[in-house]
Structure formats: structure tokens, C-alpha cells
């Protein structure tokens, strides 16, 4: 094991652009989920799965941004759903994600950026482990509400020091006061990587469009 993979979550987060980030997840891709299986215990996708079951329909178009490798995706589809649209910003990691055949579209974008998607184009989107330290910032969440149809429900991880520290409290205060969205609900923070980080929290939040 290389010195990159022992502190390969912390290799990540020290990224210090989106294109030095999109090089590391590229290089990391096809070992991802192996290694955080093994030494980092990733129960991201699962807490996150859990709480789009309670509100999101099993015939959805759902988009999953940041999508990875498609955890997110295999275990939606485990679930039922059929209509899923992959994006993130890294190609080594959509390539992973192509195998596993549950997605209809994959897509390279940066959130942050503008999204080339239509407006109001999906019923839901997920997005697991995305917005965190070094990663997407607070104002993905405009582009990722103006994709979602009126009705349709955002769900996603967030670490809480970086809700209140990376401008996520004040952009979901902010989209709330608008009227753009509706805060339905948030789940108790839980240790997502308990074996090598055991000190990362997650909380799932949940909004509703206006
Ligand atoms: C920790 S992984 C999570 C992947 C997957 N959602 C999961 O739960 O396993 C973070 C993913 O977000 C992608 N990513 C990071 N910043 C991004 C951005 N600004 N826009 C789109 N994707 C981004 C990375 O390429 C990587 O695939």
C-alpha cells in the first residue's frame, strides 16, 4: 500500500482545483471501492438510499450528482428505481459507474458550474459525498434546485462542519427565504467512514421544491 493510498480520503479533500481533483478521482477510480470498503468502512450510500425511499417515488428520474462509481446508482436500482441519470466531474470515475449498467445517461459535469441540464428535468436528485471539504461548493445546490421539477426532492450528505463552516447554512437559509425550496427533513449526524475516519459525520438533508 503506497503513502497515497493510506490517506487517500485526506488526498482528495487537499485537491486544489477541480482539475487536480478530477486527476486524483481519475487515478483513484478503479480501486475506489475497494479501498473504502476495506479501510474506511463507507456507509455513505446506504444512509443516503435509506432516506430517498422515504420520499422519493420508485418512478423517478432521478439524477445522482457526483456520482462516483455508481453505489448510489446499483443500490437505487437494487431498490426498484429505473430512470437514473449519472454526472460528475471525474471520467475514470463514470467509466466505473457505466459498468455497473444501471445508468441511462453519464454525463461530465462540474457542480458549481453550470449544469447543461434543462430545467425542472428530474423528479429527485441524490448526491452522496459530494459536497464536502475540497469538493462541490454551497452554490451547486442553486443549479442542482433549478434542475429539479417543482414537487421533486433534493437528498444529500453533508458533513456538519462544513454546513456550518463551508457556506451550507446560509445557501440553504437563503433558498428557503426565496421560496425555492422547503426543508422536509435531516437525519442525526452518523459515522460514515468508521474505520479510518471515524471522526467524519454525515447528516442526510431532504428538501422539497417550491
Ligand atoms: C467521495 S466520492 C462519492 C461518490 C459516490 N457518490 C459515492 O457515494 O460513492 C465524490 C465524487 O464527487 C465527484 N466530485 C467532486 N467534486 C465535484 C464537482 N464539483 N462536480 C461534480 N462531481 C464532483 C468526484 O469526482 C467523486 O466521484
Excluded at 420520499?55 to 446508482?73: F, I, Q, S
Excluded at 437494487?78 to 454525463?107: C, F, I, N, P, Q
Excluded at 425550496?181 to 442526510?204: I, M, N, R, T, Y
Amino acid at each position: 500500500m503506497t503513502q497515497r493510498r493510506e490517506n487517500v480520503v485526506q488526498w482528495v479533500y487537499a485537491a486544489a482545483n477541480d482539475d487536480q481533483l478530477a486527476e486524483r478521482y481519475d487515478e483513484w477510480a478503479n480501486t475506489y471501492e475497494e479501498d473504502l470498503d476495506r479501510d474506511f468502512g463507507w456507509s455513505g450510500p446506504s444512509l443516503a438510499v435509506d432516506m430517498a425511499l422515504k420520499y422519493v417515488p420508485r418512478d423517478a428520474r432521478v439524477l445522482d450528482a457526483g456520482a462516483g462509481t455508481g453505489l448510489v446508482g446499483q443500490l437505487l436500482a437494487d431498490r426498484g428505481y429505473t430512470e437514473l441519470v449519472a454526472m460528475d466531474l471525474s471520467e475514470g470515475m463514470l467509466r466505473e459507474a457505466r459498468k455497473k449498467g444501471v445508468y441511462g445517461e453519464l454525463h461530465r459535469m462540474v457542480m458549481g458550474d453550470a449544469l447543461g441540464f434543462p430545467s425542472d428535468s428530474f423528479d429527485a436528485v441524490i448526491s452522496v459525498g459530494v459536497l464536502t471539504v475540497g469538493h462541490a461548493p454551497a452554490s451547486s445546490l442553486d443549479e442542482l434546485v433549478r434542475v429539479t421539477r417543482p414537487g421533486g426532492h433534493i437528498v444529500f450528505t453533508l458533513r456538519p462542519d462544513v454546513f456550518e463552516q463551508g457556506g451550507f447554512r446560509e445557501k440553504q437559509a437563503e433558498l428557503e427565504s426565496a421560496g425555492r425550496w422547503k426543508h422536509v427533513d435531516v437525519s442525526a449526524p452518523v459515522q460514515v467512514l468508521p474505520k479510518g475516519e471515524p471522526e467524519v459525520l454525515h447528516q442526510v438533508w431532504v428538501y422539497q421544491i417550491r
